[in-house]
T-cell receptor
């Protein structure tokens, strides 16, 4: 039962353009959503997060949008840079005792120079 | 990923041996999470610990796997009698408060476990 889904395994974007990564979830009890970036042979690095009570959070080139009614969130990167090429994971925090993160399967973003 | 230290980075074991993975959380963090990542998949939660306590081990297999976070020293994830299916990347994350609060979990660079 995949509670967090990233349906696009890969995305290619030209440098300077906008990258849009999408994520869908099924559990309405998730209260906090995060995006992590991961390079090969490294651990996930936190990028940006959003509380379920908000619909947008912006940090520099990164903006996360949350649509609770559609159970959908997206990460916008603009302008995209070659250094942004990595795997991006969407994660959601649950309401269990551990408040552990549930991850999507990731999207490989390639920014072409 | 400075701060959360995991060792070893790579570990090779033969079937039936034991694997011990270590994690030192970021300074000031007393909450530790272990996740496992299989190839082409996202990270899956295994266990959540505070100092000397296992809080939630709902994601950990019932047999052969155990975890601890002693008062002194790193958190240890122990896998006994390893099998080929245990081959994966194991990530540790830490946070300063339960569930991360408004702070994200910070991850180490993982231990890549390979079973021959």
């Amino acid at each position: 039962d995949q509670q967090v889904k990233q349906n696009s395994p890969s995305l290619s974007v030209q440098e300077g353009r906008i990258s849009i990564l999408n994520c869908d979830y099924t559990n309405s009890m998730f209260d906090y959503f995060l995006w992590y970036k991961k390079y090969p042979a490294e651990g996930p690095t936190f990028l940006i997060s959003i509380s379920s009570i908000k619909d947008k959070n912006e940090d520099g080139r990164f903006t996360v949008f949350l649509n609770k009614s559609a159970k959908h969130l997206s990460l916008h990167i603009v302008p995209s840079q070659p250094g942004d090429s990595a795997v991006y994971f969407c994660a959601a925090r649950g309401s269990g005792s551990a408040r552990q993160l549930t991850f999507g399967s990731g999207t490989q973003l390639t920014v072409l120079p | 990923n400075a701060g959360v230290m995991q060792n070893p980075r790579h570990l090779v074991r033969r079937r039936g041996q034991e694997a011990r993975l270590r994690c030192s959380p970021m300074k000031g963090h007393s909450h530790v999470y272990w996740y496992r990542q299989l190839p082409e998949e996202g990270l899956k939660f295994m266990v959540y610990l505070q100092k000397e306590n296992i809080i939630d081990e709902s994601g950990m297999p019932k047999e052969r796997f155990s975890a601890e976070f002693p008062k002194e020293g790193p958190s240890i994830l122990r896998i006994q009698q390893v099998v080929r299916g245990d081959s994966a990347a194991y990530f540790c994350a830490s946070s300063p408060e339960a569930g991360g609060g408004n702070q994200p979990q910070h991850f180490g660079d993982g231990t890549r476990l390979s079973i021959l």
